[in-house]
């Protein structure tokens, strides 16, 4: 097939656009059902329904534009939400690829092509939840209690859904492929020299934490040798962890103590317990486990050292998500085809959409580079000639 005749500048202009919206310095301001999520939604459905697409709105606040008739089409897209304070690029680029895509297949007659703008991909309620209910992980009930920072119900929220467009339901039936393409968000491609990511798997998370309990006690009068300090445990854990994991872990493999705390966190005062959080991020599920098991023996071994008592809680754990093979080996031949020896297959370390869509519908992802890896922040860019090669990776891809 021959590829999709997209027109890039189009995809630039309507991205320059919608970075108006909601605009704070090179930031954006679009948190879902704020008054610019619904503007730049309701604006992205008149650019549908202009280009010849039907325009469907789901009770969650999806925004679809599909080519008429009924036949299966494969979908693409992304969100258009933001972080509080987001970037130009994150989630919207793949809607505007996706519209882009949707509108020259329309125009030439070719593939059966579809956009997507999920609804609160970034987490004002909670998280993906606009592609959870979509994909049926989670009710519309269940969804419709979840409350924001504010104490706002998602189910009083979504009630802006009716200012976006008509309203309607989308079954996931009607697709036959989802394809996100999306900035990476991390520094790979870029180190690498790289234009564009195939992904073959959605990381994994496993988090515990792990408590350990001495003897609080007088930090003047308590001799060292008869402490059973909880942070002199901690210490000694944090060091020997990284020597734990080496044996098991790859150059992606992630792992994160970001939250610690000591009880009762007094200067004058010997430790009594101390609790610090293990993340850890993986594309296998077996290497995670093997992870877990590794840092629980290590808290059990330097509890037994120490005298002291070691409690354990699991916390998130999301098993990775592999991305079908036929689509991949599709978008790694688009790839290979606009940017030669220019790509690679790599796993994405964010959630994405895609990981909800995989349970109903055979999907992939496509990365661009992020400048200096940085996302969720105004400072977030991708160079201008990455974004027009991942619009022409997936026109070739997917005509
Ligand atoms: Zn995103």
């Keep these: 097939m021959p590829p999709i005749p997209v027109n890039p500048d189009r995809l630039l202009a309507e991205l320059d656009h919608l970075r108006t919206i909601g605009a704070v310095g090179t930031g954006v301001a679009r948190i879902a059902f704020s008054a610019e999520d619904i503007t730049a939604r309701r604006w992205l459905a008149e650019r549908m329904a202009a280009a010849g697409l039907e325009v469907t709105v ?42 882009e895509l949707a509108r020259a297949a329309l125009e030439t007659g070719g593939s059966r092509i579809a956009v997507v703008s999920f609804q609160d991909e970034e987490g004002r309620f909670g998280g993906l939840g606009g592609s959870a209910v979509w994909a049926g992980r989670m009710t519309l009930a269940e969804a419709d209690e979840t409350v924001d920072a504010e104490g706002v119900r998602f189910g009083d929220a979504r009630q802006a859904a009716a200012q976006i467009g008509p309203m309607g339901d989308m079954p996931p039936a009607r697709f036959s492929a989802y394809v996100e393409p999306h900035i990476e968000q991390g520094p790979g491609l870029e ?159 964010a959630l994405h959409d895609a990981c909800n869509v995989s349970a109903v519908v055979p999907s992939a992802m496509l990365f661009v580079p992020s400048i200096g890896g940085i996302s969720h922040n105004p400072a977030e860019d991708t160079a201008r000639a990455d974004l027009r090669t991942g619009l022409l990776a997936l026109a070739s891809a997917l005509g």
């Design 58 to 99: 789901d009770a969650c606040g999806n925004l679809f534009g599909l080519p008429p008739g009924d036949a299966p089409c494969l979908l693409v897209g992304s969100h258009s939400d933001t972080q509080p304070l987001g970037g130009w690029l994150d989630g919207i680029y793949g809607v505007v690829c996706g519209l």
């Design 191 to 349: 180190a690498a020299g790289l234009a564009l990511g195939v992904v073959e798997a959605i990381v994994g998370v496993r988090r515990w934490s792990f408590t350990f309990t001495g003897q609080a006690n007088h930090a003047g009068t308590t001799p060292m040798a008869l402490r059973r300090d909880a942070v002199q445990a901690l210490g000694q854990y944090i060091h020997e962890l990284n020597g734990v994991f080496a044996p098991l872990v790859t150059e992606r493999t992630v792992w994160t103590l970001g939250r610690i705390t000591v009880d009762p966190n007094a200067p004058s005062i010997v430790p009594g317990a101390a609790t610090v959080s293990v993340q850890m991020r993986d594309a296998e599920a077996a290497r995670l486990d093997a992870m877990r098991d590794a840092a629980l023996e290590l808290a059990q071994r330097v509890a037994a050292q120490r005298g002291l008592q070691l409690a354990t809680e699991e916390g998130l754990k999301l098993d990775p998500v592999r991305m079908d093979e036929a689509l991949v080996d599709r978008l790694a031949a688009g790839a290979e085809a606009v940017a030669p020896g220019r790509w690679q297959r790599l796993p994405s370390g």
